[in-house]
């Protein structure tokens, strides 16, 4: 019995150790912003500064939306000594690295020049994920995406735990410099997995169909995919993004807000992730996105309710149903936009599918804060309802021609 234990671990071992670099070079991924993006905004909201401010604080995601900007470059140029892309991972993580330990420095810090810090170091994380992401489009099988991706949100998901939730929830007793001390340690180490990933036998070893395409069919193909998920994020954004700031207003103590949205969130979405990963390939991405969606408006009902009644209870609850939900797309749309960045500059492509779409969310990001406490939690819970529903019909018929094409074309 102990055999046949023994050789199952090796066979999954086997199947999981190429999906290693993705998910170790996630966590970080999730670290680092977690508690640059998200730890700081509920730190300071807990300590009273206003909606409306707590919503500047955005602008760290900004690079996250523009690495459009500089994709083309990520796909041109090769940096001497190591493979394509990989250069590029290791520069970033490099220089991400060497920020971190600046910004440990720093805690009394003006907190401009803080912010300054963490938007260059937000610029190096997401110039080293378009670079990751197009290493799995030239060298990932189609086939084996899903798993990437599942790989890829189930390392973010560990990232948050830490950066966004242990860090906050222990934020008193571990403090700045130890903290961020600690993450410039973890991009070092996750590091290590990706210098040995085989690039370049894997791009040679890629199918050459999958990386020729005219650059004007490419832009023609981009452009309303790049709507539809502009539209989509803002409006997932709309519906669960301010879920933590309605904690704290309805009286939940931040280390309880810390410990829903900030660990037991990126739990939920790493079962999810794993889930999903499996789902998508046995039950068909259209319907897992469908039924994932409804969980996310009934999530977003209950938040409406639990507003207007005043329950802290049910808006933890509400929640959590909520990122549930959410936790079932993450899987299906990522893989989505692997497919849609099949193309001869697919950082760019990627660039362009994920960045740009997040940018045409950044305004709703800022602003909704002061629309919240403009309009009250109820209310701009159920406009966000409205604006999710919508924002899904189209994502939702946008995959569906999309597979409807690949089956016609034999490639699904």
Known sequence: MS??????????????????????????????????????????????????????????????????????????????????RIGWIALMQGATIALLLVLSLGEAWPLGLLLGLAVATCFCVATMDIALEALVVETVPADRRPFVASAKLSGASLGGIAGAGLLVGYYDTVGWQAAVLGIAGLNLLCLLPMLRYPEVRLRRDAAEAERVAAPFERLRLLAPRILVLGLYFAAMFALSGLNNLTLLDLGVPLREVGFVTGSLSPVINLVMAVVSGVLVRRVGTLRLITVSALGVIAGGGLMIASAAIGSATLAIAATIL????????????????????QGPRPATDYALLF??????????????????????????????????????????????????????????
């Open 3 to 84: 055999g046949i234990w023994v050789e199952g671990a090796s066979r999954a071992w086997r199947r999981a150790r190429p999906l290693l670099p993705f998910f170790s070079l996630y966590i970080t991924f999730g670290t680092t912003l977690g508690f640059l993006a998200s730890g700081a905004p509920l730190i300071l909201r807990a300590r009273g500064v206003e909606l409306a401010e707590i919503g500047l604080l955005q602008l760290i995601n900004l690079p996250v939306g523009l690495t459009f900007l500089w994709a083309v470059a990520i796909d041109r140029l090769r940096l001497p000594g190591l493979p394509h």
């Open 322 to 341: 909520g990122i549930v939900g959410g936790g079932g797309l993450g899987v299906p749309v990522f893989n989505m936009i692997y497919r849609w960045a």
């Open 355 to 412: 960045g740009a779409a997040f940018f045409a969310a950044m305004p709703l990001r800022v602003a909704a804060p002061a629309l919240a406490a403009h309009v009250g939690w109820p209310g701009y819970f159920t406009a966000a309802i409205l604006f999710y529903t919508v924002a899904f019909a189209a994502l939702r018929a946008t995959i569906r021609r999309t597979l409807d094409a690949d089956r016609v074309a034999g490639v699904a």
